[in-house]
Every structure is written in C-alpha cells, then in structure tokens.
C-alpha cells in the first residue's frame, strides 16, 4: 500500500466524524507518530510503498479515531506550549486556549517586579493541575518560580508528576480539594491560577462525543445550580492565601463571564480583567487582591 492511501483511508474513514480539514491534520499527527514524518515529507514520499506492520499502526490508529477516541489518549501524549505531555483518561488533554493563559501568567509576571513582601520569586499555586501541564509549563519557562499544584485526583498527579519529571522540572504536587482545602492552607502565593471545571450540564448535549465518552467528567462539569462553585472557593482561598497585590489568573466558561467578574467584584478584587480567546470566546480572566 502507498502511503498517500493511508491518507484517503483517514479521509474517508472519518469522514462522518471529522470534516476534511480535521481528518487531514489527525492524519499529519498519526504520520509524525508512526513514521516520524511531517507534512512536507509527507508530499515528498506520498508514493512510498510502506511494508504491513506500518499499515497494521496505521489501521489500528484510524480504527479507535473512528470510535471517536481522541487522539491524544490513543497515542498517549500531546504537546502544550512547545512541551511534551503524557496523557491519559485520567486528564484532560491540554487544549491551546489554556496555552494563551499560560501565555498571559508568564507575560504579567515578565512585566511586574516583584511584589512586596516577597523574599524570592513569584510563588505559584496551580489549582486542579490535571496534566501538570499549567504547573509544569510555568517552571520550564521561568525555572526561579517555585510552583505548587493541586488536584483531588492521585491518578491525575501521578501523571503530573510523570510528565514533570519528562520536562526535566521540580513542581511541589499535592493532593488536596479546593472546596475544603488543608494540605495548602497556610501557604502565601503570589500568583494562583486555574482552569477548573465549569461546563454546566445544560451545554453537555452541544459537546463533541469524543469528549464525552473519554475525558474526566469530574475536570469539566459543574451543577447548573452552581455553575461558579469553583471559581468562589478558589477566590475565597485567595482572600487568606493570596499576597496583597497578588494575582489570580482563571479559564472561565464563555457564557459566564459577566457572571464571574461580578462575584469576583463582590469579593473585594479589584483590576478585573476578561480576556477573548483567539476565537473570540470571553476565556480568561485576570484581577488582583486589593493592596
């Protein structure tokens, strides 16, 4: 079989899943995995004959991507701000909306000098790490922070710690539950950031299936009751724990903003700041504890 059939079988094979443009590129992922071939090699070895237990990796790819398995998790690893992650069922796989978060945390504190008080540098608190992939991607870019990160889940840190350990970083992981947090507790940070669950169960019926059927539900739902749960718990832990001036960085649902910056408004913090996503979705948010 040549390889350019590989490509047709992706195309078509997905086809009632993907459009073109996403069965393409889950082809180009599946390509670099296998042979370790980008897209201009691709165009250079289309006609390549490729021998069977090449075709078998590709076929056994192409056969979960059709049960709608994200590919992250079949290929077990993804890559986030330029880094390599271990993925699992047991995280979320990194998406490029948080890498524009981690992008805006490393931006504002290269613009700040240090706030007062602080006897080193910035001293981080990643709230539901998952992935270490918020954790981990802040300490590989600015090695003098000490970053801490939590999470309810042994599983999720013990993949955190794997994926810490491969990007060659020391993170202070540790089990606890922000809803009622003790192992943090009598901690001071300077920054805490997090992108906690906060998809209402309403929104559940527009998600794609391969999210459903294989991401942790406990990282991505929250009540329609209580949508905000998380951000007020966090924002609360930030009252007795976060230095005056400090920052508090979040990922927000896209319908919620107005929502979220009014109970942060209530709760004392002042420079709200929501920010768009590069679609266009209110994503982000920054603020202060007031001095």
């Known amino acids: 079989m040549k390889l350019k059939s590989v490509a047709l079988r992706f195309s078509e094979d997905l086809s009632?899943?993907?459009?073109?443009s996403e069965a393409e590129a889950l082809f180009y992922i599946a390509l670099q995995y296998v042979m370790g071939l980008n897209r201009p090699a691709y165009l250079l070895k289309k006609d390549t004959e490729i021998d069977h237990n090449i075709v078998n990796s590709f076929e056994l790819i192409l056969d979960r991507l059709a049960k709608q398995e994200p590919i992250q998790y079949i290929l077990g690893e993804t890559y986030f701000y330029g880094l390599y992650f271990k993925v699992d069922s047991s995280v979320l796989i990194p998406r490029p909306e948080t890498e524009e978060l981690v992008d805006w945390v490393l931006t504002v504190c290269d613009t700040n000098q240090k706030l007062?008080?602080?006897?080193?540098?910035?001293?981080?608190?990643?709230?539901?790490?998952?992935?270490?992939?918020?954790?981990?991607?802040?300490?590989?870019?600015?090695?003098d922070f000490h970053v801490t990160a939590i999470d309810i889940a042994q599983d999720s840190l013990a993949m955190a710690e794997i994926n810490a350990e491969l990007n060659r970083v020391e993170v202070d992981f540790v089990q606890?539950?922000?809803?009622?947090?003790i192992a943090i507790n009598q901690h001071v940070f300077d920054v805490i950031v997090s992108n906690p669950p906060y998809?209402?169960?309403?929104?559940?019926?527009?998600?794609?299936?391969?999210?459903?059927?294989?991401?942790?539900?406990?990282?991505?739902?929250?009540?329609?009751?209580?949508?905000?749960?998380?951000?007020?718990?966090?924002?609360?832990?930030?009252?007795?724990?976060?230095?005056?001036?400090?920052?508090?960085?979040?990922?927000?649902?896209?319908?919620?903003?107005?929502?979220?910056?009014?109970?942060?408004?209530?709760?004392?913090?002042?420079?709200?700041?929501?920010?768009?996503?590069?679609?266009?979705?209110?994503?982000?948010?920054?603020?202060n504890k007031v001095y």
């Not at 009632?16 to 073109?20: G, Q, R, S, V």
């Not at 606890?176 to 947090?181: E, G, K, S, V």
């Open 16 to 20: 009632h899943i993907y459009d073109e």
């Open 116 to 143: 007062e008080g602080t006897t080193d540098n910035f001293n981080v608190l990643d709230v539901g790490t998952g992935s270490g992939c918020i954790a981990i991607t802040l300490k590989k870019n600015k090695p």
């Open 176 to 181: 606890d539950d922000i809803l009622n947090p």
């Open 199 to 287: 998809i209402t169960y309403h929104e559940k019926e527009d998600m794609h299936k391969n999210v459903l059927a294989h991401e942790p539900h406990r990282a991505l739902f929250v009540s329609n009751e209580k949508p905000l749960v998380f951000y007020e718990a966090i924002a609360d832990f930030a009252l007795q724990n976060l230095r005056k001036g400090g920052y508090l960085f979040f990922e927000i649902n896209e319908f919620l903003g107005k929502e979220t910056v009014q109970l942060l408004k209530d709760k004392g913090f002042i420079h709200i700041e929501l920010r768009k996503d590069i679609q266009g979705k209110d994503r982000m948010m920054k603020c």
